[in-house]
Every structure is written in C-alpha cells, then in structure tokens.
C-alpha cells in the first residue's frame, strides 16, 4: 500500500521569504504522479502543482516549484516570495498511473502554513 | 474548465434526519467521482469512489447502510447520509477528474451539522 508523509505540521514564513514544505511518499509503483494541494480557510482545495514520475524535470509554476526526487521518494514544495495569500493548509497528494483508468489520490496530513506580515 | 458543483455547502438538521449532498461535474463528464470526510486540522479521509451505472467502492470501515452513493448520470453523484446522528457532525467534499490521470477537481464541500 502508498503512504504519503508530511513530518512538518504547521511552518511560518514571514512574506515575501521562501519556505520549503516537506513530503516522502512509498510505494513500489514505477508509473505515479503527485501533487500539491492548497486548503485555504475557505476549505476549497485548490490545485498547486503536479509531477509526473516518469519526468525528472521538477514542475514550477510561478512562485511554486518542487524538489522530486524519485529514488529517494521525495516531493518538496518550495514557495518562493511568500504572500498573505499562500497561508493555508498544504497537502501532498500520490496517484498511481492506471494508465488511462480514474484512481484515487493518497493524501498525506498536511501542513498548515502560516504567512506572517 | 473542469469546475465540479457541491451543494449544499451548509446543512444544520436534527439527529434521525436523512441528507443528501450532491456533487456535479458542470463542464465535463465524470464517470468516477470521490468522496471524502474531513475532521478540523485533519487530512481528507477517502470514504468512497463513485462509480457511473454500477455500485460505489467504500472504504474500509466506512458503513455503506450509513453513507449511500448515487451516480446516475455522467455529471452527478450524491452522497446521502442517512439517520444522521451528531457523531455524523463533519466536512464532506467531493472530487472528479476530468479525465483519466487527470488531477482531480474539488467541490467547495458541505459542513453537515447534525444537533
């Protein structure tokens, strides 16, 4: 079975700083993805990034870039230029590639972010 | 693109009462959707995949009688949690991908309070 491990339950970064988020993740699968997802207070769950395994160009968008690597089963976040908006709780997310059938994502505990002025 | 629709996002009711939560997919057809239990602070908690014209897959410990999916149509699945007890108290979100390995979409979830 995939677990997905958070060690960092709640970071505080003051704006405008960079702050890393942590996450490992096992599995025996070869063909995965994995995600960051961001709860605001709000409580949407809002898409940040996605990796695929099978590249080993690191995803960014934006602020948001990650550290993948697979040999080690790690997926960091990195969120450069902090803002008042990144404050949220993050999840790491794992998806086993079916290829080509729906499967479900293995979340991990999360980390909640605080963003200070 | 790819906007999943929840509702209610609120319910308050009293203990015995019977509700059902309702996810749509507005811009795309889902032939699985997802559905999970969030507590305060807490990670998501799988209860159940949804499936198109055939039975839900529930999770291990997740009391099918209690929690009854519906996915009738390729837009819509329900959730209806029924007899509902306080204990039954939680946040409720659903999810669909619109596409196969596609990330999945969330709806904007349902706070149930059962008093």
């Known amino acids: 079975a995939q677990t997905v491990t958070q060690s960092q339950p709640e970071m505080s970064v003051q704006e405008a700083e960079t702050v890393t988020l942590s996450c490992t993740y096992d599995?025996?699968?070869?063909?995965?993805?994995l995600f960051w997802y961001k709860q605001p207070p709000s409580r949407q769950m809002i898409l940040v990034i996605r990796q695929e395994a099978y590249k080993q160009q690191n995803a960014t968008e934006n602020r948001f870039s990650v550290n993948f690597q697979k040999a080690a089963k790690s997926f960091s976040l990195k969120i450069s230029d902090s803002q008042l908006g990144d404050t949220a709780m993050y999840f790491c997310a794992f998806m086993k590639d079916y290829g080509g059938a729906t499967n479900k994502l293995i979340f991990g505990t999360g980390t909640l972010l605080a963003v200070q002025p | 693109g790819a906007v999943v629709s929840q509702h209610p996002s609120r319910v308050i009711c009293k203990s015995g009462t019977s509700v059902k939560i309702e996810c749509r997919s507005l811009d795309f057809q889902a032939t699985t959707m997802f559905w999970y239990r969030q507590f305060p602070k807490k990670s998501l908690m799988l209860m159940a995949t949804?499936?198109?014209?055939?039975?839900?897959?529930?999770e291990q410990g997740v009391e099918k009688d209690k929690f009854l999916i519906n996915h009738a149509s390729l837009t819509l699945s329900t959730l209806t949690v029924t007899s509902a007890h306080p204990e039954d108290s939680s946040f409720y979100i659903c999810?669909?991908?619109?596409?196969?390995?596609?990330?999945?979409?969330f709806g904007d979830g349902t706070r149930l309070s059962i008093l």
């Open positions: 599995t025996s699968e070869s063909n995965y993805y």
């Open positions: 999810s669909a991908p619109p596409g196969p390995n596609q990330p999945q979409h």
């Open positions: 949804s499936n198109e014209g055939s039975k839900a897959t529930y």
